[in-house]
Nanobody, 119 residues
């Protein structure tokens, strides 16, 4: 079992920056990939960014809509993944979910954190 706890959401103005955190616990060794997804009201959940958890690699990929604005990073010592979000706009308003993929094929999700971008 893997438990994921997100933090860092909130209400920000357009153009602001914010960082989300996701702390993993439990069967950490089984996680191969961690990422962030988001779901806006009335829309399907979509990938934002993912990163490999192997300490020797740092491969990340991003949705086209967030490239050059968002950065996903990891701290293996803290079992934590971060999503640094810059130049936020209203289109980024959504519930952000942390995810963890395991080598045995199961995916785990956090409870979600709300980000609202509004003036």
């Amino acid at each position: 079992q893997v438990q994921l706890v997100e933090s860092g959401g909130g209400l920000v103005q357009p153009g602001a920056s914010l960082r989300l955190s996701c702390a993993a616990s439990g069967s950490i060794f089984s996680i191969t990939l961690m990422g962030w997804y988001r779901q806006a009201s009335g829309k399907e959940r979509e990938l934002v960014a993912r990163i490999t958890t192997d300490v020797s690699t740092n491969y990340a990929n991003y949705a086209d809509s967030v490239k050059c604005r968002f950065t996903i990073t990891k701290d293996n010592a803290k079992n934590t993944v971060y999503l640094q979000m810059n130049s936020l706009d209203s289109e980024d308003t959504a519930v952000y979910y942390c995810s963890a993929d395991t080598y045995y094929g199961r995916a785990y999700w956090g409870q979600g954190t709300q980000l609202t971008v509004s003036s």
